[in-house]
């Protein structure tokens, strides 16, 4: 399974990049504005920056809502770095501009996916990435895990190639269950990846070690 980092924060790419897992970005409106980031200008810059720093595939949003717009803005985005996919919302405009892009080799990934049949509509357009959207159909009481496996499913079944990313990752939970299913890909936090670290049995081991190793060396 592939591990996105779901941030416009460089510091925090490049930590998760120096942690050596690290696949891809994945970015939105939300999180550029988190940081700060505004202006067309500055938006394209931040993107080239994110690239510079990671391997793989960053994902860059478009705003457009119309299908010239997202063209338009999906034409200019690929133009700063062969890294970037274009991300497109899960409208009918939206699957317009995945078929537009396919026909293109340009990769995409549909963004805002809440069920199987707008998952089945974007690998038909032929999405590189499907992105559902776990952790906010856990927030309404909706089994986030259980569609990731009914999208596997449907897709093994026709053999599209779209692979399924899951969005919306809230903890290492999370991580674990995409992972047991057979997600392609997960993006999420920073927090939620190094969360995969701890346990309280390495702590208790590592200091007996050290312990340990002071007792017999204790002048080191």
Avoid: W
Avoid at 127 to 132: F, R
Avoid at 194 to 206: M, Q, R
């Amino acid at each position: 399974m592939k591990f996105f980092i779901d941030t416009a924060n460089l510091a925090e790419i490049q930590e998760a990049q120096a942690l050596g897992v690290l696949d891809g970005v994945t970015t939105n409106p939300s999180l550029m504005a988190k940081e700060g980031i505004t202006g067309k200008d500055n938006i394209m810059r931040h993107y080239k920056a994110i690239c510079d720093i990671v391997d793989g595939d960053v994902s860059a949003e478009v705003i457009s809502i119309d299908l010239a717009g997202m063209i338009r803005e999906g034409e200019e985005l690929i133009e700063i770095d062969d890294k970037i996919v274009v991300k497109i919302p899960m409208t009918k405009e939206g699957v317009k501009a995945l078929k537009y892009f396919s026909g293109k080799g340009v990769r995409t990934n549909c963004t805002l996916i809440f069920s199987a049949g707008q998952a089945l509509l974007a690998a038909k357009a032929g999405a590189t990435y499907v992105s559902p959207f776990i952790g906010r159909l856990d927030d309404i009481s909706t089994d986030g895990i259980a569609l990731i496996e009914q999208i596997l499913l449907i897709y093994r079944n026709y053999g599209f190639d779209t692979q399924v990313l899951a969005a919306s990752v809230r903890h290492p939970m999370h991580i674990i269950q995409c992972a047991e299913v057979g997600a392609d890909v997960m993006t999420g936090p920073l927090s939620a990846m190094e969360a995969l670290l701890k346990h309280p049995l390495t702590d208790i081991g590592l200091e007996k070690f050290l312990s340990d190793y002071k007792k017999g060396n204790p002048n080191t």
